[in-house]
Each structure stands twice: as C-alpha cells, then as structure tokens.
C-alpha cells in the first residue's frame, strides 16, 4: 500500500550540515518544475553531455563527474535540486528556494563543511549516474529487436562523443 503524503513527508530522509537540517529529495515524487529545473542546471553545468569515455572505469567516470560538478559552478545549485531546509515541506520547493538553499550550501563550505558537502554531492552524482544507466539500457532494450545485442550489451564505441546536435541548437 502506498504511503500517504503526509506520512512520506514525515520519513524524509534528514541529514546535518553544520547546523542546519536539511531534507534530501529523491526523484520519486518530483515536480514538474523541479525536474525542468534541474535539467537546466544539468545542461548549464556541462553536465548533461559528460559520458563515459571508451575502457574508463565506473569508479574513474563517477569521479571525473563529481569533479566536474565541483568545477562547474553550479555545484550548489545541483544540490539544492535535492536538499530543502528540513523543515519546509517538499510540495513548498520552488527555484528560489532553491537559490537561497544554494547561497546557504556554498556559506556552509565556506565555514568548513567541505566533506559534508562533497558527500552530498557525490550522492547526487550517484543518484544522477544510476539513473542514466536504468535509462540507457531501458531505452536501448526496448528499441533492439529480437536477437540484436543492445548498446549496453556491445563495447561503447561512441560513449566518449557528444550527441549529435540538431539543427535548431
């Protein structure tokens, strides 16, 4: 039976950064306008054309991605994407919550909560790779006909190339 909203926001996951709060927010109940949000974070950050290079490591590609988050400028804001001060109800997020959650991240680290943060943002790295790989290997299994071997069953030739572009961009 599923959980009731009241109950699911009662069982947020909560962690502790200095002394703040904060709710993690999963992608099991995301809004519309946060899942756009992020997406453009994700595109500004360079993020979103980051892919695994031919013969790299999970591990190495998990870590170039979490360096690369840090690099980007937009490393607070990618985890304000997933963290809500614990007392404000994950329905109130909105991007200036998000904003002011991500000024709010980056003063922590200024004040010496840099492994807390990394920690958190490697969960969202972990999360955000997780889900690229259920995607890619959902997609390329429901589009391989019967017997042909998926791009996740064959060695990744174009894993280290960019998408092609359309034409529009």
Known sequence: MAKKPAEQERNRETIEIGATRWSCLGWTRITIERHGWLGQQMQESGLSQLRQKPGEALGDFFCRFVFDAMVSG?????????????????????????????????????????????????????????SQLLLARSSASASAPEGETTPAERPAASAGRPPARSPSS
Do not use: M, N, S
Not at 82 to 94: H, Q, Y
């Open 74 to 130: 937009r490393a607070y804001q990618l985890l304000a994407g997933f963290l809500l001060p614990a007392d404000v109800p994950e329905k109130d997020w909105t991007p200036e919550r998000a904003r002011q959650a991500a000024h709010a991240l980056q003063e922590l680290y200024e004040a010496g909560h840099q492994e807390e943060i990394q920690k958190q943002l490697a969960q969202v790295g972990a999360g955000f790779l997780a």
